[in-house]
Protein backbone atom coordinates (compact mmCIF):
# COMPACT_ATOMS: atom_id res chain seq x y z
CA UNK A 1 0.00 0.00 0.00
CA UNK A 2 2.86 2.69 1.27
CA UNK A 3 4.81 1.36 -1.49
CA UNK A 4 1.75 2.15 -4.40
CA UNK A 5 1.75 5.48 -2.41
CA UNK A 6 5.54 6.37 -3.13
CA UNK A 7 5.94 4.52 -6.54
CA UNK A 8 2.91 6.96 -8.03
CA UNK A 9 3.94 10.44 -6.32
CA UNK A 10 7.53 9.74 -7.87
CA UNK A 11 5.67 9.19 -10.91
CA UNK A 12 3.85 12.33 -11.06
CA UNK A 13 6.45 14.52 -9.44
CA UNK A 14 9.03 13.62 -12.58
CA UNK A 15 6.45 14.42 -14.80
CA UNK A 16 5.85 17.62 -13.23
CA UNK A 17 9.35 18.26 -13.59
CA UNK A 18 9.60 17.55 -16.96
CA UNK A 19 7.15 20.10 -17.58
CA UNK A 20 8.27 22.70 -15.45
CA UNK A 21 11.73 22.62 -16.45
CA UNK A 22 11.12 22.20 -19.81
CA UNK A 23 9.74 25.76 -20.66
CA UNK A 24 11.73 28.85 -20.30
CA UNK A 25 10.45 30.60 -17.07
CA UNK A 26 10.39 33.93 -15.67
CA UNK A 27 13.71 34.67 -13.62
CA UNK A 28 11.62 35.80 -10.34
CA UNK A 29 12.22 34.73 -6.66
CA UNK A 30 9.06 32.75 -6.61
CA UNK A 31 9.83 30.67 -9.30
CA UNK A 32 13.22 29.80 -8.27
CA UNK A 33 11.66 29.00 -4.53
CA UNK A 34 9.39 26.63 -6.22
CA UNK A 35 12.33 25.18 -8.43
CA UNK A 36 13.69 23.91 -5.76
CA UNK A 37 10.63 23.08 -3.54
CA UNK A 38 9.91 20.84 -6.19
CA UNK A 39 13.22 19.46 -6.99
CA UNK A 40 13.61 18.72 -3.07
CA UNK A 41 10.05 16.63 -3.03
CA UNK A 42 11.31 15.06 -6.01
CA UNK A 43 14.78 13.73 -3.87
CA UNK A 44 12.37 13.05 -0.87
CA UNK A 45 9.88 10.71 -2.67
CA UNK A 46 13.49 8.93 -3.61
CA UNK A 47 14.89 8.47 0.03
CA UNK A 48 11.25 7.61 1.05
CA UNK A 49 11.34 4.82 -1.48
CA UNK A 50 14.71 3.34 -0.31
CA UNK A 51 13.91 3.89 2.95
CA UNK A 52 10.82 1.36 2.39
CA UNK A 53 12.86 -0.45 0.72
CA UNK A 54 15.19 -0.82 3.43
CA UNK A 55 12.82 -2.10 6.26
CA UNK A 56 11.87 -5.29 4.56
CA UNK A 57 15.35 -6.25 5.61
CA UNK A 58 15.63 -4.21 8.83
CA UNK A 59 17.76 -6.79 10.22
CA UNK A 60 20.61 -6.37 7.71
CA UNK A 61 21.29 -2.44 7.01
CA UNK A 62 21.06 -1.05 10.54
CA UNK A 63 23.88 1.29 9.26
CA UNK A 64 22.03 2.42 5.96
CA UNK A 65 18.69 2.72 7.65
CA UNK A 66 19.97 5.46 10.45
CA UNK A 67 21.54 7.40 7.36
CA UNK A 68 18.36 6.93 5.32
CA UNK A 69 16.22 7.91 8.21
CA UNK A 70 18.05 11.17 9.04
CA UNK A 71 18.28 12.01 5.26
CA UNK A 72 14.24 11.57 5.41
CA UNK A 73 14.23 14.34 8.42
CA UNK A 74 16.51 16.86 6.51
CA UNK A 75 14.48 16.58 3.74
CA UNK A 76 10.92 16.80 5.45
CA UNK A 77 13.09 20.33 6.87
CA UNK A 78 13.65 21.35 3.86
CA UNK A 79 10.60 21.51 2.21
CA UNK A 80 8.54 22.95 4.75
CA UNK A 81 10.79 25.51 4.86
CA UNK A 82 11.23 26.08 1.25
CA UNK A 83 7.08 26.12 2.02
CA UNK A 84 7.25 28.85 4.30
CA UNK A 85 9.65 31.04 2.59
CA UNK A 86 7.45 30.37 -0.89
CA UNK A 87 4.45 30.93 1.49
CA UNK A 88 6.02 34.99 2.71
CA UNK A 89 7.24 35.60 -0.86
CA UNK A 90 3.94 35.82 -1.91
CA UNK A 91 1.97 37.15 1.08
CA UNK A 92 4.87 40.24 1.48
CA UNK A 93 6.01 40.48 -2.57
CA UNK A 94 3.88 43.38 -3.62
CA UNK A 95 4.25 45.48 0.09
CA UNK A 96 8.12 45.03 -0.29
CA UNK A 97 8.41 45.79 -3.97
CA UNK A 98 6.54 49.03 -3.38
CA UNK A 99 8.29 50.49 -0.14
CA UNK A 100 11.32 48.99 -0.30
CA UNK A 101 14.47 47.82 -1.75
CA UNK A 102 13.85 44.07 -2.48
CA UNK A 103 16.45 42.58 -3.33
CA UNK A 104 18.33 44.28 -0.31
CA UNK A 105 15.06 43.00 1.75
CA UNK A 106 15.09 39.33 0.23
CA UNK A 107 18.75 38.74 0.95
CA UNK A 108 18.79 39.86 4.76
CA UNK A 109 15.23 37.27 5.29
CA UNK A 110 16.68 34.74 3.13
CA UNK A 111 19.49 34.63 5.49
CA UNK A 112 17.53 34.40 8.59
CA UNK A 113 15.66 31.28 7.19
CA UNK A 114 19.24 29.91 6.01
CA UNK A 115 20.39 30.11 9.56
CA UNK A 116 17.34 28.59 11.14
CA UNK A 117 17.70 26.17 8.54
CA UNK A 118 21.13 24.39 9.15
CA UNK A 119 20.87 25.00 12.68
CA UNK A 120 18.22 22.89 12.70
CA UNK A 121 19.42 20.37 10.41
CA UNK A 122 22.55 20.16 12.39
CA UNK A 123 20.46 19.44 15.39
CA UNK A 124 18.52 16.47 13.42
CA UNK A 125 21.77 15.01 12.94
CA UNK A 126 23.23 15.25 16.32
CA UNK A 127 20.37 14.34 18.10
CA UNK A 128 19.63 10.19 18.42
CA UNK A 129 17.01 8.52 16.50
CA UNK A 130 15.27 5.22 17.96
CA UNK A 131 13.33 2.83 16.04
CA UNK A 132 10.44 0.46 16.88
CA UNK A 133 10.61 -2.49 14.75
CA UNK A 134 7.01 -4.12 16.34
CA UNK A 135 5.11 -4.02 13.46
CA UNK A 136 6.15 -6.49 10.53
CA UNK A 137 5.27 -4.25 8.36
CA UNK A 138 6.90 -1.40 9.21
CA UNK A 139 9.89 0.56 11.14
CA UNK A 140 8.34 3.26 13.15
CA UNK A 141 10.95 6.01 14.00
CA UNK A 142 10.88 8.17 16.79
CA UNK A 143 13.15 9.93 19.71
CA UNK A 144 14.49 13.78 20.11
CA UNK A 145 15.10 13.91 16.34
CA UNK A 146 11.74 12.93 15.50
CA UNK A 147 10.10 15.17 17.99
CA UNK A 148 12.08 18.13 16.86
CA UNK A 149 11.21 17.39 13.04
CA UNK A 150 7.65 17.40 14.01
CA UNK A 151 7.63 20.74 16.12
CA UNK A 152 9.33 22.66 13.08
CA UNK A 153 6.67 21.21 10.91
CA UNK A 154 3.99 22.59 13.18
CA UNK A 155 5.93 25.97 13.33
CA UNK A 156 6.78 25.77 9.55
CA UNK A 157 2.57 25.29 8.85
CA UNK A 158 1.35 27.92 11.59
CA UNK A 159 4.15 30.32 10.38
CA UNK A 160 2.62 30.27 6.71
CA UNK A 161 -0.62 30.75 8.18
CA UNK A 162 0.19 33.82 9.71
CA UNK A 163 2.29 35.17 6.89
CA UNK A 164 -1.39 34.17 4.91
CA UNK A 165 -3.36 36.07 7.43
CA UNK A 166 -1.15 39.42 7.30
CA UNK A 167 -0.58 39.06 3.53
CA UNK A 168 -4.19 38.28 3.03
CA UNK A 169 -5.18 41.46 0.88
CA UNK A 170 -2.23 41.30 -1.15
CA UNK A 171 -2.46 37.73 -2.25
CA UNK A 172 -4.05 36.40 -5.12
CA UNK A 173 -6.88 33.84 -4.40
CA UNK A 174 -5.95 31.00 -6.23
CA UNK A 175 -2.49 31.01 -4.24
CA UNK A 176 -4.18 30.36 -0.85
CA UNK A 177 -5.83 26.83 -2.00
CA UNK A 178 -2.81 24.87 -1.76
CA UNK A 179 -2.20 26.56 1.88
CA UNK A 180 -5.58 25.84 3.01
CA UNK A 181 -5.30 22.39 1.35
CA UNK A 182 -1.78 21.66 3.35
CA UNK A 183 -3.79 22.46 6.71
CA UNK A 184 -6.79 20.54 6.47
CA UNK A 185 -4.97 17.15 4.85
CA UNK A 186 -1.54 17.40 6.96
CA UNK A 187 -3.27 16.13 10.35
CA UNK A 188 -5.26 13.96 9.17
CA UNK A 189 -2.21 12.33 7.46
CA UNK A 190 -0.74 12.42 11.30
CA UNK A 191 -3.61 10.43 12.54
CA UNK A 192 -3.44 7.55 10.31
CA UNK A 193 0.27 7.46 10.38
CA UNK A 194 -0.12 7.36 14.17
CA UNK A 195 -2.90 4.53 13.93
CA UNK A 196 -1.70 3.08 11.08
CA UNK A 197 1.81 2.81 11.16
CA UNK A 198 2.66 1.44 7.73
CA UNK A 199 1.07 3.62 6.17
CA UNK A 200 3.48 6.11 4.82
CA UNK A 201 1.57 9.49 3.02
CA UNK A 202 3.12 12.61 4.36
CA UNK A 203 5.88 13.08 1.16
CA UNK A 204 2.68 12.12 -1.19
CA UNK A 205 0.54 14.66 0.54
CA UNK A 206 3.85 17.01 0.05
CA UNK A 207 3.89 16.13 -3.62
CA UNK A 208 0.20 16.78 -4.19
CA UNK A 209 0.76 20.32 -2.51
CA UNK A 210 3.49 20.68 -4.71
CA UNK A 211 1.48 19.75 -7.60
CA UNK A 212 -1.25 22.06 -7.06
CA UNK A 213 1.07 25.42 -6.34
CA UNK A 214 2.34 24.62 -9.90
CA UNK A 215 -0.98 25.66 -11.26
CA UNK A 216 -0.78 29.09 -9.13
CA UNK A 217 2.32 30.05 -9.74
CA UNK A 218 2.88 33.08 -12.50
CA UNK A 219 4.44 31.10 -15.60
CA UNK A 220 3.63 32.37 -18.79
CA UNK A 221 4.97 30.55 -21.79
CA UNK A 222 7.91 32.97 -22.48
CA UNK A 223 8.41 31.16 -26.44
CA UNK A 224 4.77 33.07 -26.97
CA UNK A 225 6.10 35.83 -25.21
CA UNK A 226 9.07 36.50 -27.29
CA UNK A 227 7.36 35.74 -30.08
CA UNK A 228 4.53 37.96 -29.43
CA UNK A 229 7.23 40.80 -28.43
CA UNK A 230 8.70 40.21 -31.91
CA UNK A 231 5.48 40.26 -33.54
CA UNK A 232 4.69 43.71 -31.59
CA UNK A 233 8.12 44.88 -32.48
CA UNK A 234 7.13 44.34 -36.06
CA UNK A 235 4.09 46.23 -36.34
CA UNK A 236 5.30 49.15 -34.33
CA UNK A 237 8.05 49.30 -37.60
CA UNK A 238 5.48 48.82 -39.63
CA UNK A 239 3.01 51.57 -38.35
CA UNK A 240 5.72 53.96 -37.93
CA UNK A 241 6.90 53.22 -41.85
CA UNK A 242 3.18 53.47 -42.40
CA UNK A 243 3.15 56.90 -40.32
CA UNK A 244 6.35 58.31 -42.42
CA UNK A 245 4.69 57.65 -45.35
CA UNK A 246 1.68 59.51 -44.91
CA UNK A 247 3.80 62.63 -43.54
CA UNK A 248 5.75 62.39 -46.53
CA UNK A 249 2.79 61.89 -48.89
CA UNK A 250 0.58 64.60 -47.31
CA UNK A 251 3.82 67.08 -47.61
CA UNK A 252 3.72 66.32 -51.41
CA UNK A 253 0.19 66.57 -51.31
CA UNK A 254 0.39 70.08 -49.62
CA UNK A 255 3.21 71.65 -52.07
CA UNK A 256 1.00 71.68 -55.19
CA UNK A 257 -2.10 72.57 -52.97
CA UNK A 258 -0.03 75.66 -52.00
CA UNK A 259 0.59 76.59 -55.14
CA UNK A 260 -3.05 76.52 -55.90
CA UNK A 261 -4.20 78.12 -53.31
CA UNK A 262 -1.45 80.42 -53.55
CA UNK A 263 -2.11 81.42 -56.97
CA UNK A 264 -5.85 81.84 -56.48
CA UNK A 265 -5.55 84.22 -53.88
CA UNK A 266 -3.87 86.45 -56.19
CA UNK A 267 -6.12 86.40 -58.58
CA UNK A 268 -8.62 87.12 -55.89
CA UNK A 269 -6.96 90.64 -55.62
CA UNK A 270 -7.28 91.28 -59.48
CA UNK A 271 -10.07 92.71 -61.21
CA UNK A 272 -11.46 90.00 -62.98
CA UNK A 273 -14.98 88.73 -64.80
CA UNK A 274 -17.76 88.38 -62.62
CA UNK A 275 -18.26 84.42 -63.89
CA UNK A 276 -14.37 84.10 -63.57
CA UNK A 277 -14.05 85.22 -60.17
CA UNK A 278 -16.56 82.60 -59.08
CA UNK A 279 -14.67 79.95 -60.55
CA UNK A 280 -11.56 81.24 -58.62
CA UNK A 281 -13.52 81.03 -55.52
CA UNK A 282 -14.34 77.87 -55.74
CA UNK A 283 -11.19 76.50 -56.95
CA UNK A 284 -10.00 78.21 -54.14
CA UNK A 285 -12.50 76.72 -51.65
CA UNK A 286 -12.32 72.87 -53.21
CA UNK A 287 -8.64 73.35 -52.64
CA UNK A 288 -9.05 74.73 -48.99
CA UNK A 289 -11.24 71.79 -48.18
CA UNK A 290 -9.16 69.37 -49.87
CA UNK A 291 -5.85 70.98 -47.76
CA UNK A 292 -7.85 70.22 -44.20
CA UNK A 293 -8.37 66.54 -45.96
CA UNK A 294 -4.87 66.50 -45.90
CA UNK A 295 -4.26 67.80 -42.44
CA UNK A 296 -6.75 65.10 -40.96
CA UNK A 297 -4.41 62.29 -42.21
CA UNK A 298 -1.33 63.55 -40.40
CA UNK A 299 -3.88 64.38 -37.45
CA UNK A 300 -4.60 60.66 -37.78
CA UNK A 301 -1.31 58.94 -37.84
CA UNK A 302 -0.86 61.12 -35.02
CA UNK A 303 -3.95 58.93 -33.23
CA UNK A 304 -2.68 55.94 -34.84
CA UNK A 305 0.87 55.64 -33.50
CA UNK A 306 -0.91 57.10 -29.79
CA UNK A 307 1.38 59.71 -29.77
CA UNK A 308 -1.44 62.47 -29.24
CA UNK A 309 -0.99 65.51 -26.66
CA UNK A 310 -2.81 68.63 -25.86
CA UNK A 311 -1.29 70.92 -27.54
CA UNK A 312 -3.16 74.20 -25.95
CA UNK A 313 -3.52 77.64 -28.34
CA UNK A 314 -6.23 80.31 -29.15
CA UNK A 315 -8.74 79.92 -31.89
CA UNK A 316 -12.00 80.91 -33.47
CA UNK A 317 -14.90 78.78 -32.14
CA UNK A 318 -17.11 80.31 -34.28
CA UNK A 319 -15.11 80.03 -37.65
CA UNK A 320 -14.45 76.11 -36.86
CA UNK A 321 -17.85 75.30 -36.67
CA UNK A 322 -18.90 76.87 -39.84
CA UNK A 323 -15.67 75.57 -41.42
CA UNK A 324 -17.67 71.69 -40.66
CA UNK A 325 -20.72 72.76 -41.22
CA UNK A 326 -19.43 73.78 -45.01
CA UNK A 327 -17.70 70.69 -45.03
CA UNK A 328 -20.73 68.26 -43.54
CA UNK A 329 -22.93 69.79 -46.45
CA UNK A 330 -20.64 69.28 -48.85
CA UNK A 331 -20.26 65.73 -48.14
CA UNK A 332 -24.00 65.36 -48.14
CA UNK A 333 -24.68 67.56 -50.86
CA UNK A 334 -25.91 64.35 -53.04
CA UNK A 335 -28.32 62.60 -50.56
CA UNK A 336 -31.20 63.05 -49.65
CA UNK A 337 -30.43 64.06 -45.58
CA UNK A 338 -31.43 67.49 -44.13
CA UNK A 339 -28.65 69.13 -42.02
CA UNK A 340 -29.82 70.94 -39.28
CA UNK A 341 -27.52 73.20 -36.98
CA UNK A 342 -28.39 74.81 -33.94
CA UNK A 343 -25.39 77.00 -32.34
CA UNK A 344 -26.23 78.97 -29.07
CA UNK A 345 -25.60 82.97 -29.74
CA UNK A 346 -23.66 83.35 -26.93
CA UNK A 347 -20.89 81.05 -27.54
CA UNK A 348 -17.13 82.94 -27.40
CA UNK A 349 -15.95 83.69 -30.15
CA UNK A 350 -12.25 83.37 -28.71
CA UNK A 351 -11.37 80.15 -26.81
CA UNK A 352 -7.99 78.60 -25.34
CA UNK A 353 -7.70 75.00 -25.86
CA UNK A 354 -6.84 72.32 -28.36
CA UNK A 355 -8.47 73.25 -31.51
CA UNK A 356 -6.81 70.16 -33.77
CA UNK A 357 -8.28 67.49 -31.37
CA UNK A 358 -11.36 69.23 -30.83
CA UNK A 359 -11.86 69.34 -34.31
CA UNK A 360 -11.11 65.63 -34.83
CA UNK A 361 -13.42 64.76 -32.30
CA UNK A 362 -16.73 66.88 -34.05
CA UNK A 363 -15.33 65.48 -37.31
CA UNK A 364 -15.57 62.10 -35.89
CA UNK A 365 -18.96 62.52 -35.18
CA UNK A 366 -19.98 64.45 -38.13
CA UNK A 367 -18.72 61.32 -39.71
CA UNK A 368 -20.17 58.82 -37.86
CA UNK A 369 -24.23 60.51 -38.10
CA UNK A 370 -23.38 60.53 -42.12
CA UNK A 371 -22.18 56.90 -42.60
CA UNK A 372 -24.98 55.70 -40.55
CA UNK A 373 -27.79 58.07 -41.82
CA UNK A 374 -29.82 57.22 -45.02
CA UNK A 375 -32.69 59.09 -44.66
CA UNK A 376 -34.17 61.79 -42.71
CA UNK A 377 -31.97 64.39 -40.94
CA UNK A 378 -28.83 64.90 -38.54
CA UNK A 379 -29.16 67.63 -36.63
CA UNK A 380 -26.05 69.28 -34.71
CA UNK A 381 -25.98 71.52 -31.37
CA UNK A 382 -23.48 73.59 -29.51
CA UNK A 383 -24.36 75.00 -26.80
CA UNK A 384 -22.24 76.74 -23.72
CA UNK A 385 -21.94 77.03 -19.59
CA UNK A 386 -19.96 79.74 -19.27
CA UNK A 387 -18.67 80.05 -15.69
CA UNK A 388 -15.00 82.50 -14.58
CA UNK A 389 -12.88 82.04 -17.10
CA UNK A 390 -13.77 79.09 -17.93
CA UNK A 391 -16.25 77.56 -21.14
CA UNK A 392 -18.15 73.94 -20.46
CA UNK A 393 -19.07 72.89 -24.87
CA UNK A 394 -22.35 70.78 -24.96
CA UNK A 395 -21.87 69.58 -28.30
CA UNK A 396 -24.60 66.61 -29.42
CA UNK A 397 -25.17 64.97 -32.94
CA UNK A 398 -28.38 63.36 -33.27
CA UNK A 399 -29.29 61.41 -36.22
CA UNK A 400 -32.24 59.51 -37.54
CA UNK A 401 -29.97 56.41 -38.14
CA UNK A 402 -32.04 54.34 -36.71
CA UNK A 403 -32.32 52.84 -33.13
CA UNK A 404 -29.50 51.41 -31.64
CA UNK A 405 -30.07 47.67 -29.63
CA UNK A 406 -29.40 48.25 -25.69
CA UNK A 407 -26.78 45.85 -25.54
CA UNK A 408 -24.89 47.12 -28.12
CA UNK A 409 -25.31 51.00 -27.26
CA UNK A 410 -23.57 49.93 -24.11
CA UNK A 411 -20.32 48.82 -26.38
CA UNK A 412 -20.95 51.70 -28.94
CA UNK A 413 -17.71 53.44 -27.70
CA UNK A 414 -15.63 49.98 -27.68
CA UNK A 415 -12.99 49.10 -30.39
CA UNK A 416 -16.30 48.09 -32.65
CA UNK A 417 -18.88 49.73 -33.52
CA UNK A 418 -22.93 48.93 -33.05
CA UNK A 419 -22.64 47.19 -36.06
CA UNK A 420 -19.24 45.46 -35.35
CA UNK A 421 -17.18 47.01 -38.14
CA UNK A 422 -14.75 50.12 -37.70
CA UNK A 423 -16.27 53.55 -38.53
CA UNK A 424 -15.47 54.53 -41.76
CA UNK A 425 -15.00 57.96 -41.74
CA UNK A 426 -15.25 60.91 -44.41
CA UNK A 427 -11.71 61.64 -44.29
CA UNK A 428 -11.10 57.88 -45.16
CA UNK A 429 -9.52 57.73 -41.34
CA UNK A 430 -10.79 54.52 -40.29
CA UNK A 431 -10.53 55.80 -37.00
CA UNK A 432 -14.15 54.43 -34.91
CA UNK A 433 -15.66 55.91 -31.93
CA UNK A 434 -13.82 54.54 -29.22
CA UNK A 435 -11.17 56.67 -30.49
CA UNK A 436 -13.36 59.37 -29.95
CA UNK A 437 -13.44 58.83 -26.67
CA UNK A 438 -10.50 58.25 -26.01
CA UNK A 439 -9.63 62.21 -27.37
CA UNK A 440 -12.76 63.23 -25.44
CA UNK A 441 -10.94 61.66 -22.22
CA UNK A 442 -8.16 63.24 -22.82
CA UNK A 443 -9.51 66.53 -22.78
CA UNK A 444 -11.25 65.51 -19.27
CA UNK A 445 -14.29 65.49 -21.31
CA UNK A 446 -17.39 62.94 -21.02
CA UNK A 447 -18.94 61.54 -24.09
CA UNK A 448 -22.68 59.44 -23.92
CA UNK A 449 -24.56 58.08 -26.25
CA UNK A 450 -28.49 57.23 -26.38
CA UNK A 451 -31.29 56.41 -28.33
CA UNK A 452 -34.22 59.10 -29.63
CA UNK A 453 -37.44 57.54 -29.62
CA UNK A 454 -39.11 56.51 -32.89
CA UNK A 455 -35.83 58.47 -34.30
CA UNK A 456 -32.21 57.12 -34.08
CA UNK A 457 -28.89 57.89 -32.06
CA UNK A 458 -27.88 61.08 -30.12
CA UNK A 459 -24.36 61.34 -29.09
CA UNK A 460 -23.69 64.25 -26.35
CA UNK A 461 -19.96 65.19 -25.50
CA UNK A 462 -19.02 68.13 -22.70
CA UNK A 463 -16.07 69.41 -23.30
CA UNK A 464 -14.19 72.38 -20.81
CA UNK A 465 -12.25 75.45 -22.48
CA UNK A 466 -10.73 78.64 -21.49
CA UNK A 467 -12.60 81.60 -22.69
CA UNK A 468 -10.24 84.49 -24.46
CA UNK A 469 -12.17 87.89 -23.13
CA UNK A 470 -10.51 89.95 -25.78
CA UNK A 471 -12.31 88.91 -29.38
CA UNK A 472 -10.30 87.74 -32.19
CA UNK A 473 -9.79 90.07 -34.33
CA UNK A 474 -10.56 88.57 -37.86
CA UNK A 475 -10.12 92.15 -39.75
CA UNK A 476 -7.11 92.80 -42.07
CA UNK A 477 -4.64 94.43 -40.94
CA UNK A 478 -2.84 97.16 -43.06
CA UNK A 479 1.04 97.12 -43.41
CA UNK A 480 1.76 100.51 -42.23
CA UNK A 481 5.45 100.50 -43.25
CA UNK A 482 7.20 101.21 -45.81
CA UNK A 483 9.16 98.37 -47.26
CA UNK A 484 9.59 98.77 -50.47
CA UNK A 485 13.35 99.14 -50.34
CA UNK A 486 13.70 96.09 -48.89
CA UNK A 487 15.88 93.34 -50.36
CA UNK A 488 13.83 89.81 -49.86
CA UNK A 489 15.37 86.20 -49.91
CA UNK A 490 13.37 83.23 -51.23
CA UNK A 491 15.26 79.61 -50.48
CA UNK A 492 13.22 76.93 -52.07
CA UNK A 493 13.89 73.77 -54.43
CA UNK A 494 10.09 74.04 -56.20
CA UNK A 495 9.55 76.75 -58.41
CA UNK A 496 6.24 77.00 -58.63
CA UNK A 497 6.32 77.44 -54.73
CA UNK A 498 9.03 80.53 -55.23
CA UNK A 499 6.72 81.92 -58.48
CA UNK A 500 3.73 82.06 -55.28
CA UNK A 501 5.88 83.42 -53.10
CA UNK A 502 6.40 86.21 -55.61
CA UNK A 503 3.12 87.23 -56.50
CA UNK A 504 2.31 87.69 -52.99
CA UNK A 505 5.44 89.91 -52.04
CA UNK A 506 4.35 91.90 -55.34
CA UNK A 507 2.38 94.35 -53.35
CA UNK A 508 5.05 95.30 -50.98
CA UNK A 509 7.18 96.57 -53.62
CA UNK A 510 10.39 94.48 -52.30
CA UNK A 511 13.39 93.48 -54.29
CA UNK A 512 12.65 89.37 -54.29
CA UNK A 513 15.50 86.72 -55.29
CA UNK A 514 15.44 83.19 -55.35
CA UNK A 515 17.37 80.27 -55.34
CA UNK A 516 16.80 76.58 -55.36
CA UNK A 517 18.93 75.09 -52.68
CA UNK A 518 20.70 75.50 -49.03
CA UNK A 519 23.80 75.37 -50.91
CA UNK A 520 23.06 78.06 -53.38
CA UNK A 521 21.80 80.07 -50.51
CA UNK A 522 25.08 79.69 -48.76
CA UNK A 523 27.25 81.43 -51.44
CA UNK A 524 24.92 84.49 -51.78
CA UNK A 525 25.77 85.18 -48.03
CA UNK A 526 29.43 84.19 -48.90
CA UNK A 527 29.80 86.58 -51.89
CA UNK A 528 28.46 89.63 -49.05
CA UNK A 529 24.93 89.80 -50.53
CA UNK A 530 22.91 91.63 -47.70
CA UNK A 531 19.26 90.91 -47.71
CA UNK A 532 16.81 91.83 -45.01
CA UNK A 533 14.07 88.96 -44.77
CA UNK A 534 15.01 85.20 -45.80
CA UNK A 535 12.07 82.98 -46.38
CA UNK A 536 13.67 79.31 -45.99
CA UNK A 537 11.86 76.30 -47.02
CA UNK A 538 13.14 73.26 -44.76
CA UNK A 539 12.63 69.82 -46.91
CA UNK A 540 15.20 70.37 -49.76
CA UNK A 541 17.52 67.47 -51.25
CA UNK A 542 21.49 67.68 -50.04
CA UNK A 543 21.12 70.45 -47.33
CA UNK A 544 17.15 71.24 -45.63
CA UNK A 545 16.54 74.57 -44.34
CA UNK A 546 17.14 73.52 -40.83
CA UNK A 547 20.71 72.61 -41.55
CA UNK A 548 21.18 75.61 -43.90
CA UNK A 549 20.15 77.84 -41.23
CA UNK A 550 22.89 76.18 -38.94
CA UNK A 551 25.65 76.80 -41.09
CA UNK A 552 24.28 80.45 -41.51
CA UNK A 553 24.47 80.92 -38.22
CA UNK A 554 28.20 79.58 -37.69
CA UNK A 555 28.98 83.21 -39.16
CA UNK A 556 29.20 85.54 -36.30
CA UNK A 557 28.11 88.67 -38.41
CA UNK A 558 24.49 86.78 -39.72
CA UNK A 559 21.98 88.37 -38.15
CA UNK A 560 19.35 88.41 -40.82
CA UNK A 561 15.62 87.62 -39.70
CA UNK A 562 14.74 84.25 -41.17
CA UNK A 563 11.38 82.49 -41.61
CA UNK A 564 10.94 79.10 -41.82
CA UNK A 565 8.62 78.59 -44.72
CA UNK A 566 7.52 74.65 -44.99
CA UNK A 567 4.69 72.40 -45.93
CA UNK A 568 5.79 70.72 -42.94
CA UNK A 569 2.59 71.58 -40.45
CA UNK A 570 2.49 69.00 -38.05
CA UNK A 571 1.18 70.42 -34.77
CA UNK A 572 4.04 70.91 -32.82
CA UNK A 573 6.08 71.70 -35.93
CA UNK A 574 6.17 75.35 -35.08
CA UNK A 575 7.17 75.14 -31.72
CA UNK A 576 10.36 73.09 -32.41
CA UNK A 577 10.91 75.78 -35.78
CA UNK A 578 11.27 78.80 -33.46
CA UNK A 579 12.08 77.15 -30.01
CA UNK A 580 14.33 74.36 -30.55
CA UNK A 581 16.04 75.45 -34.04
CA UNK A 582 15.92 79.15 -33.76
CA UNK A 583 13.88 80.11 -36.50
CA UNK A 584 12.76 84.23 -35.95
CA UNK A 585 9.30 83.13 -37.37
CA UNK A 586 7.19 80.22 -38.95
CA UNK A 587 4.80 80.06 -41.50
CA UNK A 588 3.21 76.95 -42.70
CA UNK A 589 2.05 76.42 -46.95
CA UNK A 590 -0.01 77.79 -48.66
CA UNK A 591 0.74 80.94 -47.26
CA UNK A 592 -2.09 83.20 -45.88
CA UNK A 593 -1.64 86.86 -46.71
CA UNK A 594 -2.92 88.01 -43.37
CA UNK A 595 0.06 85.92 -41.67
CA UNK A 596 2.31 87.38 -44.48
CA UNK A 597 1.20 90.66 -43.64
CA UNK A 598 1.43 89.79 -39.85
CA UNK A 599 5.06 88.74 -40.11
CA UNK A 600 6.39 91.54 -42.08
CA UNK A 601 5.06 93.62 -39.98
CA UNK A 602 6.57 92.52 -36.74
CA UNK A 603 10.23 92.12 -38.39
CA UNK A 604 10.32 95.59 -40.03
CA UNK A 605 7.89 97.83 -37.69
Known sequence: MSASFIICSMFYSAMLLVVYFYKKKLNTLENKVYSLLA????????????????????????LLTSILNKLYLIYSLTWLML????????????????????KEIYKK??????????????????????????????????????????????????????????????????KIVPLIGYTIVFPIVIYLEYTHKELLLTTSVETFITFLIFFTIENPDLKTIDELSDAKARAEEASRAKTKFLYNISHEIRTPLTNII??????????????????????????????????????????????VELVKKRYNLISMLDELTDFSKEVMRKGHIEFRTCFDTTLPEALYGDYVILRQILLNLLANSIDRTKIGYIEFNVTSVIKDNACRLIISLEDTGGIVKKEKLKTLFDNKNS????????????TSLSDTKRLVELMNGTIVAQNVYGRGLKITVAIDQGIIKNKVNNEKEA??????????????DNRLNIKVAERLLE???????????????LELIKLGEHFDLILMDDMMPNMSGVETYKKLKEDDSFNTPTVMLTANAIDGMKEKYLLQDGFDEYISKPISKKELDRILKKIFD
Open 507 to 521: KYNVDVKSVLSGGEC
Open 39 to 62: GTNFIGLIIEMFCYLVTLNKESFP
Open 479 to 492: LETDISNKRVLIVD
Open 109 to 174: ISGIFLKIYFIVAFALLLLPLYYDNSNINSVYSYGPSSFLCTAMSAICIICSLIFMMIGYKNVEKK
Open 419 to 430: DGVEEDLINGSN
Open 83 to 102: FMYYTFIISFKKKINLRFNS
Open 262 to 307: GFTETLNDKKLDKDIQKDVENISSSATNLLKVVDGILDISKLDVKK
